[in-house]
């Protein structure tokens, strides 16, 4: 119902920054919370962060609080992960998600996803 469209990955050396960004169309994400999940090669998808409907409410996985950020700008119907200080552990493919009804933490309780951005960190 919601279709979103991840950007902004790339490769950066250990310690530097990537703004990752979550463009909706469809329907207007003020109405979704979004999370945003990670995958690497041979590993299990990974919560990342999540916000809820207005942004006043975060989560963020243990690995990247303090470092990542995320945020959304409803009048732009987008959604952002600001990722700081990066490590190469943070190498993945990066998903945002779409729920209209739960801020979560699960990938499974999420009911639109995007089709992912490569994040690779180099040390």
């Known amino acids: 119902q919601v279709q979103l469209v991840e950007s902004g990955g790339g490769l950066v050396q250990a310690g530097g920054s990537l703004r990752l960004v979550c463009a909706a169309s469809g329907r207007t994400l003020k109405n979704y919370v979004v999370g945003w999940f990670r995958q690497a090669p041979g590993k299990e998808r990974e919560f990342v962060a999540a916000i809820s409907l207005s942004g006043s409410t975060t989560y963020y996985a243990d690995s990247v609080k303090g470092r990542f950020t995320i945020s959304r700008d409803n009048a732009k119907n987008t959604v952002y992960l600001q990722m700081n200080s990066l490590k190469p552990e943070d190498t993945a493919v990066y998903y945002c998600?779409?729920?209209?009804?739960?801020?979560?933490?699960?990938?499974?309780?999420?009911?639109?996803w995007g089709q992912g951005t490569q994040v690779t960190v180099s040390s």
């Open positions: 998600a779409a729920d209209g009804r739960i801020l979560s933490r699960k990938a499974q309780e999420y009911d639109y």
